[in-house]
């Protein structure tokens, strides 16, 4: 933990400004070296966390840029060391020497998530708020920052810490009791804590409850467009995109693979799929994308299936309501609405559907209406929800564990046997926070990370 590490932290991209990071002891000595402070003065005695102008030169002297540094003494940064942010021009040619002349002068490359990493370790942060780091960074929504935001500030932390503390202190006064037994405590009963169990045990499967939420939040909802060729899919997918993201044309079968876009629709964070269109065909390329879109029927969140209302029926047609009939969440949208109907929704098995036009956008609203109605839950975004498969599975296995604690308990099982499966709720419990992550899973965390986060 003592080597010295940099990186860019803004990216290599054009910008008005670039960052580039550094921490580790005696990390403003290395600062020295390259940084020229105006008044000549070293850093270390800049004021805490203040902009300083100075200039940034290489190891012959040249200077590189005219910039900004500032020095944040450990334990108060955010990696919880001694930490120097040069704050460049944002040419990456620039931060690039910039960087170069830092590891030359004593710094290490910085790896992936490594600045997060070492907060983790240091106490900054737990483990809930250094893995919601990255989702604050991807998200695509305000909900979806929103919720990040409030892992990052410890929400989760939260609301699990109470149940692990329970459970702490359920263990501890086992082993006193059994450890001290000529002490004056009080003597340990199991089936008082019988409450106290089912308590943490409902509280875990609540918190469960929200992951499926939280995934759609996080990562949005699967939607797959399906129908017929050129029955007006990718017509949808341009007029919902805002742009031409699909080619149209009056040929069937132009779209031979799914293609995704990802829009907001009512609110809600949309990963629309426009599959190829869905019939028996000879064309071997075709037959893939078709056996594609099937696939993406299955995994959807929501199906929108599209006919065309100007003419009859066909086989094709019925092949498709077929597969989406026995589905949840599927909206039918009755296409080309701008000509005269033949398909009226009377006459098709579904409960939700919309009379529209991909071309002219009618109908559209109120299709944005539905997705609200059915995915716009009022699910907080406030950090509190499970968003993280990794998480998910830990609190699951915490919850079994409770549960299989309450059944030894309910068929009299000693307390030594009961309490086996409270320390494994404990210790799953602590996956999540941290308290008894192992390091494989530490460095599995992280390397989802980018350089200089």
Same mark, same amino acid.
């Given at each position: 933990?003592?080597?010295?590490?940099?990186?860019?932290?803004?990216?290599?991209?054009?910008s008005?400004?670039?960052?580039?990071?550094?921490?580790?002891?005696g990390?403003?000595?290395?600062?020295?070296k390259?940084?020229?402070?105006?008044?000549?003065?070293?850093?270390?005695?800049?004021?805490?966390r203040?902009?300083?102008?100075? =200039?940034?030169?290489?190891?012959?002297? *040249?200077?590189?840029?005219?910039?900004?540094?500032?020095?944040?003494?450990?334990?108060?940064?955010?990696?919880?060391e001694?930490?120097?942010?040069?704050?460049?021009?944002?040419?990456?040619?620039?931060?690039?020497?910039?960087?170069?002349?830092?590891?030359?002068?004593?710094a290490?490359?910085?790896?992936r998530g490594?600045?997060?990493? *070492?907060a983790?370790l240091n106490?900054?942060?737990?483990?809930?708020?250094?893995?919601?780091?990255?989702?604050?960074?991807?998200?695509?929504?305000a =909900?979806?920052a929103?919720?990040a935001?409030?892992q990052?500030?410890?929400?989760?932390?939260?609301?699990? =810490?109470?149940?692990?503390?329970?459970?702490?202190d359920?263990?501890?006064?086992?082993?006193?009791?059994?450890?001290?037994?000529?002490?004056?405590?009080?003597?340990?009963?199991?089936?008082?804590?019988?409450?106290?169990?089912?308590?943490?045990?409902?509280?875990?499967?609540?918190?469960?409850?929200?992951?499926?939420?939280?995934?759609?939040?996080k990562?949005?909802?699967?939607?797959?467009i399906?129908?017929?060729?050129?029955?007006?899919k990718?017509?949808?997918?341009?007029?919902?995109? /805002?742009?031409?993201?699909?080619?149209?044309t009056?040929?069937a /079968?132009t779209?031979?693979?799914?293609?995704e876009e990802?829009?907001?629709?009512?609110g809600?964070?949309?990963?629309?799929?426009?599959?190829? /269109?869905?019939?028996?065909?000879?064309?071997?390329?075709?037959?893939m994308?078709?056996?594609?879109?099937?696939?993406?029927?299955e995994?959807?969140?929501?199906?929108?299936l599209?006919?065309?209302?100007?003419?009859?029926?066909?086989?094709?047609?019925?092949?498709?309501?077929?597969l989406?009939?026995?589905?949840?969440?599927v909206?039918?949208?009755?296409?080309?609405?701008?000509?005269?109907?033949?398909?009226?929704?009377?006459?098709?098995?579904f409960?939700t559907i919309?009379?529209?036009?991909?071309?002219?956008?009618e109908?559209?609203?109120?299709?944005?209406?539905v997705?609200?109605?059915w995915?716009?839950?009022?699910?907080?975004?406030?950090?509190s929800?499970?968003?993280?498969?990794?998480?998910?599975?830990?609190?699951?296995?915490?919850? =079994?564990?409770?549960?299989?604690?309450?059944?030894?308990?309910?068929?009299?099982?000693?307390?030594?046997?009961?309490?086996?499966?409270?320390?494994?709720?404990m210790?799953?419990? /602590?996956?999540?926070?941290?308290?008894?992550?192992?390091?494989?899973?530490?460095a599995r965390?992280?390397?989802?990370?980018?350089?200089?986060?």
């Amino acid at each position: 933990m003592s080597q010295i590490i940099a990186a860019v932290s803004t990216g290599m991209a054009v910008s008005a400004i670039g960052i580039i990071r550094m921490t580790g002891a005696g990390c403003a000595g290395v600062a020295d070296k390259v940084f020229t402070r105006i008044n000549g003065r070293p850093l270390a005695q800049a004021p805490e966390r203040k902009l300083v102008l100075g =200039e940034l030169h290489d190891a012959q002297g *040249r200077v590189i840029d005219q910039c900004c540094a500032v020095f944040t003494p450990g334990p108060n940064s955010y990696t919880g060391e001694d930490t120097v942010e040069f704050h460049c021009h944002g040419s990456p040619a620039v931060l690039a020497a910039g960087l170069d002349a830092l590891y030359r002068a004593g710094a290490r490359p910085a790896q992936r998530g490594e600045f997060t990493k *070492r907060a983790f370790l240091n106490g900054r942060m737990d483990l809930t708020a250094a893995e919601a780091v990255i989702d604050l960074i991807e998200a695509e929504t305000a =909900e979806a920052a929103a919720n990040a935001a409030g892992q990052v500030g410890g929400r989760l932390q939260k609301r699990l =810490e109470p149940i692990y503390n329970e459970l702490t202190d359920l263990c501890s006064h086992f082993h006193a009791v059994l450890d001290y037994p000529d002490e004056d405590i009080d003597d340990f009963r199991l089936e008082e804590y019988a409450g106290q169990l089912k308590r943490n045990g409902k509280a875990l499967e609540a918190l469960l409850s929200t992951y499926q939420q939280g995934q759609l939040l996080k990562k949005g909802v699967r939607a797959a467009i399906v129908g017929k060729p050129n029955v007006g899919k990718s017509s949808l997918l341009n007029a919902l995109a /805002g742009y031409e993201r699909v080619i149209v044309t009056e040929v069937a /079968g132009t779209t031979r693979d799914t293609v995704e876009e990802t829009v907001k629709l009512g609110g809600v964070l949309l990963r629309l799929i426009d599959t190829a /269109g869905i019939r028996e065909t000879s064309d071997r390329i075709e037959a893939m994308g078709v056996e594609r879109s099937r696939r993406a029927i299955e995994s959807a969140d929501l199906v929108i299936l599209m006919l065309d209302s100007a003419a009859p029926l066909s086989d094709e047609d019925e092949a498709v309501i077929e597969l989406c009939e026995e589905l949840e969440n599927v909206v039918v949208l009755l296409n080309k609405s701008d000509q005269k109907p033949v398909i009226e929704p009377g006459d098709l098995p579904f409960m939700t559907i919309i009379c529209c036009s991909a071309k002219t956008g009618e109908g559209l609203e109120q299709l944005a209406d539905v997705v609200e109605e059915w995915f716009g839950d009022e699910m907080p975004c406030d950090g509190s929800i499970l968003t993280n498969a990794r998480q998910f599975d830990a609190i699951r296995r915490a919850h =079994e564990a409770i549960v299989s604690a309450l059944k030894g308990l309910r068929m009299g099982f000693t307390p030594d046997a009961v309490l086996t499966d409270v320390e494994e709720a404990m210790e799953a419990m /602590g996956e999540v926070t941290g308290a008894t992550v192992r390091e494989d899973i530490t460095a599995r965390i992280f390397e989802r990370f980018c350089v200089g986060k």
